[in-house]
């Protein structure tokens, strides 16, 4: 399995990790928003090229799952770093309430039935690490899974994540490549966002008061984030904690990351053997008689 991206931002996979030592903004060198813009330009058409490529090769797939608190800026993310890939190559799962059917099946089953094909991208807009974020801080939730008694204790959290660590460790020797996005923004930042939300009016169809009131659990949702990173942070499936203040410089550090991890995998278009070469050329001479260029 290649190896991942190094980071400033990569959670270590010691649980060491404290998100309130993670930072929201980027550091005092970072480029400014409009060098960041044209940088992230750069770095898409050579994220297009590579995916072409691993698609021609088709052996790993590429998984990218995105986390984060409210008007973090996942939605926008998404677009920017897929905005120069061919839309055949890759593949977007936003996961909201379960359906009945889906929480008659265990809490991975719905995420696993959407993942990516070898020689795909597969973007995961939340995923089953809702299961012990926001289930955590609203156990009720688990009421309506119907789950027997004896597993509904105080373990299950640490019982979902070491499911989740086994599955990604399964997803990874199988030849799918997993990177996880924190998209870490402040509580600041995110009540200036909602108030953007309310002020232009073309933004208004993006607020919901529902977000808000889940303001009134920010630490409880801060404490679940830290403990199910510190937990499924691995060398087969990293997280990364990207500062989310600053979208210019959150799009581009993690679009960086995501071509870091195809370089890494030194791909080339397949060639064909010598057989499938002579074939190629007897036909093409067939195709150029017909049309009279032969």
């Not at 939730?141 to 599955?167: H, N, T």
Request: net charge neutral.
């Amino acid at each position: 399995m290649p190896a991942h991206p190094k980071s400033p931002y990569l959670v270590p996979t010691d649980g060491r990790f404290k998100i309130r030592d993670a930072p929201h903004g980027p550091p005092k060198d970072a480029p400014d928003g409009k060098s960041c813009r044209k940088k992230l330009e750069r770095v898409i058409e050579r994220i297009a090229e590579l995916q072409r490529t691993f698609a021609a090769h088709d052996r790993h797939a590429l998984l990218l799952v995105f986390q984060a608190m409210d008007a973090a800026g996942k939605d926008g993310t998404i677009r920017a770093v897929t905005s120069g890939v061919d839309p055949s190559g890759f593949q977007v799962s936003s996961f909201k309430a379960p359906s009945n059917e889906e929480l008659d099946h265990d809490f991975l089953w719905r995420c696993a039935k959407r993942l990516p094909e070898r020689g795909r991208i597969g973007i995961f807009n939340r995923s089953w690490y809702e299961e012990v974020l926001i289930a955590r801080v609203h156990p009720g939730i688990l009421d309506a899974q119907r789950l027997p008694p004896e597993k509904v204790g105080p373990d299950i959290w640490e019982d979902r994540c070491e499911s989740i660590a086994d599955f990604e460790r399964h997803l990874a020797r199988n030849g799918t490549i997993v990177l996880k996005f924190f998209l870490n923004v402040s509580r600041d930042e995110q009540a200036r966002r909602f108030i953007a939300r309310v002020d232009d009016p073309e933004k208004n169809w993006k607020f919901s008061a529902g977000d808000v009131r889940q303001r009134e659990h920010w630490d409880a949702y801060q404490e679940a984030f830290e403990y199910a990173l510190r937990r499924t942070s691995t060398k087969h499936a990293p997280w990364y904690a990207i500062p989310a203040d600053d979208k210019p410089f959150m799009r581009l550090t993690v679009a960086r990351i995501i071509l870091e991890q195809l370089e890494s995998l030194r791909l080339e278009f397949p060639a064909p053997d010598a057989a499938d070469r002579e074939e190629m050329l007897t036909l093409r001479e067939q195709l150029a008689r017909e049309i009279g260029e032969a």
